[in-house]
């Protein structure tokens, strides 16, 4: 993790449009979490997104980021990371790289992040993104997160960043330290919502919308 890789890259504008988003986003919905604010108010999210959507960036929306998919909503990445508790030492598992932003989040959060992408294209140029920008505590996999990477686990926390049907995968819950927290956005008949899993409790935090996970090859 190379904080002054985020800091270069940025200018004083947008350095400013994230601090106005902390504060006009974040900690009036109730965020608290001081290091997920900090976070949040340095990784630049215009780097996670096309050109043409960069305006856009700190807008109070997700934003589209090529092969149907889309990076969340800032308030929606800033509740699931600080759902996990993070401290430092940890090493965490997402499910659904997308862009790389919310990876890009934990990783300042945590020591070390693991995240599966099941889109190739994807998966290389959140891994292109987060490499210019100095990040070197993320490995990125390709393949069906839905299975995990059981040769990486167990994981101190686990998030997913799109809806499962099923419930909880639970090859998921099988590669989580126990009593670590593991957060999911759950579709059940056509209503969605955002889940912490923690000891095998399950506590429903939110309505949210997220593409959906796909499990199983294509
Ligand atoms: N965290 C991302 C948001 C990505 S949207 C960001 O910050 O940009 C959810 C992502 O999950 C999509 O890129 C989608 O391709 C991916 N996805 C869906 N099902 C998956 C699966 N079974 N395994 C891995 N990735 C999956």
């Not at 270069?8 to 001081?34: C, F, N, T």
């Not at 889109?119 to 100095?134: D, F, Y």
């Not at 927290?181 to 919502?193: A, N, S």
């Amino acid at each position: 993790m190379s904080r002054k890789g985020f800091e270069a890259s940025s200018s004083d504008k947008l350095a400013r449009l994230r601090a106005r988003m902390v504060e006009r986003q974040l900690r009036p919905r109730g965020i608290e979490d001081e290091r997920v604010l900090q976070a949040m108010g340095e990784v630049p999210r215009e780097r996670f997104v096309p050109e043409s959507e960069r305006a856009r960036a700190y807008d109070d929306g997700a934003l589209p980021i090529g092969n149907g998919q889309t990076v969340s909503q800032p308030w929606i990445v800033a509740s699931m990371a600080a759902l996990l508790e993070l401290k430092g030492p940890e090493r965490v598992l997402e499910v659904g790289t997308g862009s790389g932003y919310s990876a890009a989040v934990l990783s300042w959060l945590c020591s070390h992040v693991v995240t599966i992408e099941r889109h190739e294209p994807l998966a290389r140029a959140a891994g292109e993104t987060l490499g210019s920008l100095g990040v070197r505590n993320v490995e990125i996999r390709i393949g069906d997160g839905s299975a995990g990477v059981p040769d990486r686990a167990p994981f101190d926390a686990i998030v997913v960043t799109a809806a499962a049907e099923a419930g909880v995968p639970p090859a998921l819950v099988d590669q989580l330290v126990i009593g670590a927290p593991l957060v999911c956005p759950i579709e059940r008949r056509r209503h969605e919502r955002l889940v912490l899993v923690r000891n095998g409790v399950e506590q429903t935090i939110a309505p949210v919308r997220f593409v959906p996970l796909v499990e199983g090859g294509d």
